[in-house]
């Protein structure tokens, strides 16, 4: 089994050297290209108006000057040009992507990328609860647990086109309460807010900040599993189109 590893952390990222390690539990074919620099929040966003660089860094390790769908387009064209991936795997990102995380998520982007090229694709995150946390975020129970959650999906049938979304919980490897297999979630961020700063040369600058509002958890959602400790396993398809909405519409517009 040929196995794609990306994320959008970054080639340093300490997540990603993680799922290496996962990786290398499932194959001894595996390749690692992904961003050189932190793409977070990059969605599934391309580089298109100027070019970018790719610096190898060792066999089957590549370091892209790009997004994350650049790095598994990269991948595909070119790295491992002599045969696609069996599987791609993306992070483990620092953070959870949970609920609408999704959109946004660099991670999940690029296990989107790698499902619209009919290869069965992972995104996985480690959730931390502590503010903050910088570099001092555990990827411990992703470490634990990765194997573990990955094993079924590899020999279970897909639908095409699907990709699936896995969160770690931010407690101790022992205190996971188990896997649970739950749809995806929707949070309130209420407002955006906006943090204006100056910088030392006196000119204004902007940092985003999404303000969380309280909320009723939802059950059987990856939001509510998460909080009681469970790896949450989401399925997700490419397929945007709300259906509901479009049998009225076709009844407008017959």
Known sequence: MRILVTNDDGIHARGLTVLERI???????V????????????????????????????DKRFAVRGTPTDCVMFALADAMKDGKPDLVLSGVNRGGNLAEDV????????????????????????????????????????????????RPLLDMEWAP??????????VAPDQVKGIRAVSQGLRDYGRVGIEKRTDPRGFDYY???????????????????IEQGFVTVTPLH?????????????????
């Not at 990786?23 to 074919?29: F, G, H, T």
């Not at 499902?115 to 995150?125: E, K, M, N, Q, T």
């Not at 086109?161 to 931010?170: A, C, K, S």
């Open 23 to 29: 990786a290398a539990k499932l194959s001894d074919d």
């Open 31 to 58: 390749t690692v290209v992904a961003p050189a620099e932190e793409q977070s929040g990059k969605s599934r966003s391309l580089t298109l108006t100027e070019p970018f660089r790719v610096r190898r860094l060792g």
């Open 103 to 150: 959109s946004y998520s660099g991670t999940v982007s690029a296990a989107m990328e790698g499902a619209l090229a009919g290869i069965r694709s992972i995104a996985l995150s480690q959730r931390y609860a502590q503010t903050g946390a910088g570099d001092r975020v555990s990827f411990d129970t992703a470490e634990t647990w990765g194997e573990r959650v990955l």
């Open 161 to 170: 086109r699907t990709l699936v979304n896995i969160n770690f919980p931010p």
């Open 207 to 225: 940092w985003l900040a999404m303000g969380r509002l309280p909320q009723q958890l939802l059950p059987d959602t990856d939001l509510d599993a």
């Open 238 to 254: 490419l397929d945007l189109t709300h259906r509901d909405s479009l049998e009225r519409l076709k009844s407008v517009y017959s």
